[in-house]
């Protein structure tokens, strides 16, 4: 069964940066597509953004160009990294995995247990 460990996560100031780092066991993140997403306080999960095994990446629309994602294959880890941090990006930070392609949705087999951000303004 494949587990995933989010870290990273913190109180950090607006305007500020963090890097968030998913590690995982029991699946191979050069195969399965890693995806982020988000939760804050009185709202739904959002999708943040994926990368899959030919390191193509997706990202929501209002997060491109602050947010990155990257995998370590020898370390079997993704991470999110979060720049120009704003106090709407405060928010439980999920990680997943999913044995398909690109997207999205939610469809995901695979979450870790979250991390909080909190963003100071």
């Known amino acids: 069964q494949g587990q995933l460990v989010e870290s990273g996560g913190g109180l950090v100031q607006a305007g500020g940066s963090l890097r968030l780092s998913c590690a995982t066991s029991?699946?191979?993140?050069?195969?399965?597509?890693m995806g982020w997403f988000r939760q804050a306080p009185g709202k739904e999960r959002e999708f943040v953004g994926a990368?899959?095994?030919?390191?193509?990446?997706i990202y929501a629309d209002s997060l491109k160009g602050r947010f990155t994602i990257s995998r370590d294959n020898v370390k079997n880890t993704v991470y999110l990294q979060m720049n120009s941090l704003k106090s709407e990006d405060t928010a439980v930070y999920y990680c997943?995995?999913?044995?398909?392609?690109?997207?999205?949705?939610?469809?995901?087999?695979?979450w870790g247990q979250g991390t909080q951000v909190t963003v100071s303004s």
């Open positions: 997943a995995a999913r044995n398909g392609g690109l997207t999205a949705t939610p469809y995901y087999g695979y």
């Open positions: 029991g699946l191979t993140v050069s195969v399965y597509t």
């Open positions: 990368i899959n095994g030919g390191r193509e990446t």
